[in-house]
């Protein structure tokens, strides 16, 4: 049955009108709030977002571990300014450099403003009381036996070189500067500035660099930090769609003209594909999502597959308008044959996409949904627009359409498209077991590839190689001990946390020996098993040895039951574990371990600041930079570096309780393998080197945050695709009423797939955030081409009821319409490649090559399957 009646009551031309002015009221709402905006101030604004943690949903576990451990330690994401000079022998260690570099953190730490108004006003920008740069650090030096002196680092801009060497001689003394603020060489530095949320990175960066413009030295200051790369992606992004996708539709426009040589016809699926793109979005902006680094990429997805269909109407149509002659009667026809493949392939390709709306990726679950509905707007424009503004096209529009030279009608099979294909069939039918063989070989090559995959992204790398973010990120790292901030935490307050503890108050109390502490230590092991954590369990057993010794009569119970308190005491201060020598002996080891790696090219621990006061303590003697022996000893060297000019500090590294502690781990490599790697040598270190104190560990961070999403994503992908090519090959065995014809659909997309995601492991080629999603393009694509030549190949086959002369039919016009939209989609996408940014080119390479490997699996791959299982697919000729 036709859904589109063109000769429905002989009244086609009505039927046409209505569908054109259908269209017509849709694009107008499509595009009315664009037209008049204050007419629909209703709709939600547009939103940006290319924060990569909003991957995970706000309450995943991991991130909000994140989002509690940066309040708990008060860290803040960080801008990364790097200072280079190669042209003095003392790199930026000169009073001009340095004098420029008192001035820009100066200026950094004013960079505040306010956002919103009223009570939803808040100050956005630098915290500057946190700001790392050579004026804001101490400098801690001995002041003699037992006493050590904070002063300012670099006070002043220094007005000698002897002034300026010394700045990097102190900074170097300090192990929580050296290779952190002040680099590897000597000859570099490096300034951390905090800011209060990624989102206002690009906006800080910018001051910076128009302040940086105003110094004449000769230092190069690089910007980079992950919030600096994502942020700056947002920006980039919108340009990037403003010029690469329209140069995309131009270059398809052309190739279009270049098939059907008539541009007023042409216009027609090119108004498709923009009405579906802009219906997709604006639908996706109104309905208050946000324009994400995935759902940025909805027009790049949509405007492909929005043209397939009408090219297929417009070459089918193309092919038979010389011998009809009737633009109504060619119509009919041409909607006869593709209503339904068209509408299978709509319903195939909306289920791919839809079905990333079950991935556990929020902006990833908004990009399936929305191309799925950019997708079926551009099916319905198709099946209405097109045929109507067909039809209401005047007549002289049509003169020598589709002829030859001389005016004849043109003679379609005889052209060198034609005889191409014509070749290509006669080769897939007479070479069918050659062929199939070959894709056999071909999947095999790639199971091969796919086994060679890295699951690896970085945000960092979504840009050009001589981005000036990239370039400074290979600077910095090459000097520092990495730009890219993890951040490991260790913490006391577990279940094992507190059968330790409970564990050392008995053994406590029962080395008293007395009564009253015998009784205590039993009420222990009960309350033990009940206590919610380490305090409540000591607070509890402090409380009741307290009332007995309040309620004791003789003098010697009294001592007796102090004597447990002071035993509960000592227990107390036992809890305080990272106080304990033999705990940061343990840290002092990870970190060794660490910085083994290669990985991790510096890590700052409370150690460090220990060891350092520690030999300050003592003259500055090399010897005495150690852990003291004693916790008491510990506790005094805390004490005093509390005296300095930022004694916060200490608590981003440490809380107040002593229970848990934080180590900044600084990578050279924002790579998710790399973090990977490091989190699995940490994982190895504590099961082969039990800490003395039970402890549990955990991670946080941007640079761990990527890496949680992206497992998340490659694992919610692949159930994605593995449910939705279940359900397409269940449509197919639907549409073709067998369920060895579905089968057959599905080959041309398994070798898609196949061969696309083994070129990637062979080539080595990252799987990272665009190239998961290209699956489900595939999977849209190659069953489109599969579903055109299957539906055409049975219909022929039931008129023709031979396979070989079906084959040359099958070659013919519909052949013809799979290769145009090969050429007119893979190549039209080429100017991709030309974009600035990563994920752009990777989807421009792949939508070709997805293109390419399709029609080749189709044209291929097909005919020589059926051709071999011809008796099983035409059961009823058996006979």
């Not at 790199?91 to 820009?104: K, M, Q, R």
């Not at 400074?472 to 890219?484: H, K, P, Q, S, W």
Request: with cysteine.
């Amino acid at each position: 049955m036709n859904p589109l009646p063109l000769s429905a009551a002989n009244k086609p031309g009505l039927y046409l009108w209505g569908a054109a002015l259908f269209s017509l009221m849709l694009i107008l709402l499509v595009a009315a709030p664009t037209l008049a905006p204050q007419s629909f101030s209703f709709l939600e604004p547009l939103k940006v977002d290319t924060d990569p943690e909003n991957m995970l949903s706000k309450d995943e576990p991991v991130r909000v571990f994140h989002n509690q451990m940066k309040k708990e330690f008060t860290l803040y994401d960080l801008i990364v300014v790097g200072v280079v000079d190669e042209n003095n022998g003392n790199g930026v260690f000169n009073t001009e450099t340095l004098a420029d570099v008192y001035e820009l953190t100066k200026f950094a730490e004013t960079i505040r403003w306010t956002a919103g108004a009223g009570e939803s006003a808040e100050r956005k920008g630098v915290i500057a009381v946190d700001l790392i740069a050579p004026s804001t650090v101490d400098s801690i030096e001995q002041a003699g036996l037992g006493s050590v002196s904070f002063d300012w680092l670099m006070p002043a801009p220094p007005q000698t070189e002897a002034e300026a060497l010394a700045v990097r001689d102190r900074a170097e003394r300090i192990p929580t500067l050296n290779d952190t603020l002040v680099s590897g060489d000597g000859k570099a530095l490096a300034i951390y500035i905090p800011i209060t949320s990624k989102d206002v990175s690009f906006r800080v960066a910018n001051q910076l660099r128009k302040k940086i413009a105003t110094f004449d030295g000769n230092a190069v200051y690089h910007i980079t930090g992950l919030p600096i790369a994502q942020d700056q992606f947002g920006v980039e992004m919108f340009k990037q769609m403003a010029i690469s996708a329209p140069l995309a539709m131009a270059l398809i426009f052309a190739l279009m003209w270049f098939f059907f040589r008539r541009l007023n016809l042409i216009v027609s699926p090119m108004i498709v594909a923009m009405v579906s793109v802009i219906g997709a979005m604006g639908l996706l902006v109104a309905t208050g999502n946000t324009v994400h680094i995935m759902s940025s990429m909805i027009p790049i997805f949509v405007m492909p597959i929005a043209v397939l269909d009408a090219v297929h109407i417009l070459s089918d149509f193309y092919d038979r308008y010389p011998s009809v002659q009737d633009r109504r009667k060619t119509l009919e026809h041409v909607m006869n044959e593709l209503w339904r493949p068209m509408l299978f392939t709509t319903l195939t390709t909306c289920t791919g996409f839809a079905s990333l709306a079950f991935t556990p990726i929020p902006p990833v679950q908004v990009f399936g949904v929305f191309v799925a509905i950019g997708v079926f707007f551009a099916w319905f424009f198709t099946v209405t627009l097109v045929p109507a503004y067909i039809m209401v096209m005047p007549e002289k529009a049509f003169s020598g359409f589709g002829m030859g030279a001389g005016g004849e009608a043109s003679d379609h099979e005889a052209t060198p498209l034609a005889r191409f294909l014509h070749g290509v069939g006669d080769f897939a039918v007479g070479q069918s077991k050659l062929i199939v063989a070959g894709f056999l070989l071909a999947l095999a090559i790639a199971g091969y590839g796919v086994t060679q995959i890295r699951i690896n992204d970085n945000p960092v790398k979504w840009f050009h190689e001589n981005h000036e973010i990239r370039v400074a990120d290979r600077a910095l790292n090459e000097r520092f001990g990495g730009t890219y901030m993890a951040y490991l935490t260790l913490s006391s307050e577990s279940e094992d946390a507190l059968a330790s503890v409970a564990g050392d108050a008995e053994k406590r109390l029962n080395a008293l020996g007395t009564p009253q502490a015998q009784e205590l230590a039993g009420e222990a092991q009960a309350l033990r098993s009940s206590a919610e954590s380490v305090d409540a369990f000591l607070a509890e057993l402090s409380n009741k040895a307290e009332s007995a010794r309040d309620a004791a009569e003789a003098d010697e119970d009294w001592y007796a039951w102090d004597d447990v308190l002071l035993a509960l005491d000592a227990a107390s201060q036992a809890e305080e574990v990272f106080k304990q020598p033999e705990m940061l002996a343990y840290i002092e080891k990870l970190q060794a371990h660490l910085a083994s790696t290669g990985l991790v090219g510096k890590s700052n621990a409370v150690t460090d600041i220990v060891k350092t006061v520690h030999r300050d303590l003592f003259l500055g003697e090399e010897e005495a930079y150690r852990i003291p022996d004693t916790p008491e000893a510990v506790a005094q060297t805390l004490i005093t570096y509390q005296n300095s000019h930022r004694p916060q500090d200490l608590f981003k590294l440490v809380t107040p309780d002593f229970k848990k502690t934080v180590l900044w781990l600084q990578l050279k490599s924002g790579d998710n393998v790399d973090m990977s790697a490091v989190i699995k040598s940490v994982d190895d270190f504590i099961l082969q080197n039990p800490p003395p104190v039970a402890v549990s560990h955990n991670w946080f961070g941007l640079t761990y945050i990527n890496v949680a999403w992206q497992q998340k994503m490659v694992s919610g992908m692949a159930k994605a695709f593995l449910s939705s090519f279940v359900i397409v090959l269940i449509l197919m065995t639907i549409l073709f009423r067998s369920f060895a014809w579905g089968l057959l659909s599905m080959a041309p997309l398994t070798v898609t797939i196949g061969v696309i995601y083994g070129v990637i492991g062979l080539i080595g080629k990252d799987y990272d955030m665009p190239v998961a999603v290209l699956s489900s393009l595939s999977l849209g694509l190659a069953v489109d081409y599969a579903i055109h030549f299957n539906a055409r190949s049975r219909e022929l086959y039931r008129r023709i009821g031979n396979w070989r002369d079906t084959a040359k039919k099958a070659f013919g016009e519909p052949a013809r319409a799979i290769f145009r939209n090969v050429i007119v989609i893979g190549v039209g996408f080429m100017p991709l490649l030309l974009a600035p940014l990563v994920p752009y080119q990777t989807v421009g390479v792949f939508i070709s090559a997805i293109l390419f490997l399709a029609g080749v699996a189709t044209l291929l791959g097909l005919p020589a399957l059926i051709t071999i299982f011809k008796r099983v697919l035409f059961p009823e000729r058996r006979a």
